[in-house]
């Protein structure tokens, strides 16, 4: 094969490439990471299950291959409603759909309305001592508000479409992390706290996320003059697929000059999913979860998990991609 050729197959590659909120694998560390941040009453159902919660930590992502509405529970394009702090948005649902209508609000995101849906979920699990279905929606809410910690999932210009930037949205969430998360990033992390307003924590999330979607910009804009393409791109052989990706220098000089931002974003993303677990479980009474490990999913989960699976290796996002 020509060289040339080889380029465009590998253009194609990359375009086919499915992108994913953090990617499989900062979700999976999120989700892994959280579970030792919680009291040992959690751990009993919690440690036993870390296989099912990293590897279910995607299903959201994988929802997107399968069912329309599911996209916008994983951003807000907070931007569209003026400028920070966005105070005309009315942080309530039904005071934001009295203002601004349903179809405008799932139009530019609804992701921290969504976890807290996902959170009233969790407790009700909890209080139904629903084995299967804590662990389920646990390993879901967390993938929410680990995506509340992504500046560009609170940005409109998500995949630096408006600025000739894409690929942006995996290049910081995505290629970041995974070339330097295990090797260089401390996820010593303290405990799950106690959230008695959980709503005003993801509320917070999205509003930091959405100060720093500029600099998340801006810095590779300028950094990109730096870089000639053949230096801020490199073509590596990933589970057998030759793809093009942003080269390791690039990535680690982008990484430098965000000052650690994305370390810190998936620290707290971190210590807010174990916070959300341990505070649904305390407003549900605290209920013992001895016994509740190695429950088997219904014949319906299991169904559910395959069509998942089966729908994302189509490859076809309903509704909104990347870009
Ligand atoms: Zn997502």
Redesign the pocket.
């Known amino acids: 094969m020509s060289h040339r050729n080889l380029i465009v197959l590998a253009l194609f590659l990359l375009i086919q490439t499915p992108c994913?909120?953090?990617g499989f694998f900062g979700?999976r560390r999120i989700n892994g990471m959280a579970v030792f941040l919680l009291p040992p009453a959690m751990l009993a159902l919690f440690k036993p299950s870390i296989g099912f919660l990293t590897d279910h930590a995607v299903d959201?992502?994988m929802r997107?291959y399968a069912v329309a509405e599911e996209g916008a529970r994983?951003y807000i394009d907070i931007d569209r409603y003026g400028r920070f702090p966005f105070d005309s948005l009315p942080r309530g649902w039904t005071d934001a759909v009295a203002r601004y209508t349903e179809d405008t609000l799932r139009q530019h995101g609804i992701l921290p309305w969504w976890v807290m849906v996902m959170k009233a979920r969790l407790t009700a699990a909890f209080r139904e001592g629903d084995g299967p279905r804590i662990l389920k929606l646990s390993a879901e809410i967390g993938?929410?508000i680990?995506?509340a910690h992504v500046p560009l999932?609170a940005c409109s210009n998500h995949n630096g479409q408006l600025t000739d930037q894409r690929g942006i949205h995996a290049f910081w969430e995505s290629r970041v992390p995974e070339l330097l998360a295990d090797s260089h990033w401390d996820f010593l992390i303290g405990r799950a706290v106690y959230l008695k307003a959980p709503s005003a924590l993801i509320w917070q999330r999205v509003l930091e996320s959405a100060a720093a979607a500029d600099t998340v910009l801006s810095v590779e804009k300028e950094l990109s003059r730096r870089f000639s393409p053949d230096r801020r791109f490199a073509f590596e052989e990933r589970n057998g697929k030759i793809v093009r990706q942003y080269s390791e220098a690039y990535t680690i000089a982008y990484d430098a000059r965000l000052g650690g931002m994305v370390e810190r974003r998936m620290r707290q993303a971190i210590q807010a999913v174990a916070s959300f677990w341990y505070t649904a479980w305390v407003d549900a009474g605290q209920p013992d979860l001895g016994g509740l490990a190695g429950r088997p999913f219904s014949d319906a989960d299991q169904k559910a998990f395959e069509a998942l699976d089966a729908a994302w290796r189509k490859g076809v996002v309903l509704g909104r991609g990347e870009d």
């Open positions: 994913y909120c953090w979700h959201p992502d997107r994983h993938h929410y680990a995506d999932h």
